[in-house]
Nanobody, 124 residues
């Protein structure tokens, strides 16, 4: 059973940067596709980014492309989401997720394991 714990959220001004971390235990991030999702107030949980275990290829939602970067440190069993040029519309609870499944892995239903989430609030 993989357990995921996010950290690094907080309050930041528009245009600022935040790095989220997702520490995994009970499994090895290098063997899972790892994803980040977010849920804004009153909205559905949306895909943000993912990194495949096989080749470390990445994929981003259009809304964050060019501003966010997903990466992983296999030695630390940790996945990161570097968020730059933040906008108020990036305000959400951010969730880390892990999947053993094949496919595009752009949907939350494709992920087996989830963290508890960390709040990111971007002020204007």
């Amino acid at each position: 059973q993989v357990q995921l714990v996010e950290s690094g959220g907080g309050l930041v001004q528009a245009g600022g940067s935040v790095r989220l971390s997702c520490a995994a235990s009970g499994g090895t991030v290098s063997t899972y596709t790892m994803g980040w999702f977010r849920r804004a107030p009153g909205k559905e949980r949306d895909f943000v980014a993912r990194i495949r275990w096989r080749d470390s290829s990445t994929y981003y939602a259009d809304s964050v492309k060019g501003r966010f970067t997903i990466s992983r440190d296999n030695a630390k069993n940790t996945v990161y989401l570097q968020m730059n040029s933040l906008k108020p519309e990036d305000t959400a609870v951010y969730y880390c997720a892990a999947s053993e499944r094949p496919g595009s892995l752009l949907m939350s239903a494709q992920y087996n394991y989830w963290g508890q989430g960390t709040q990111v609030t971007v002020s204007s």
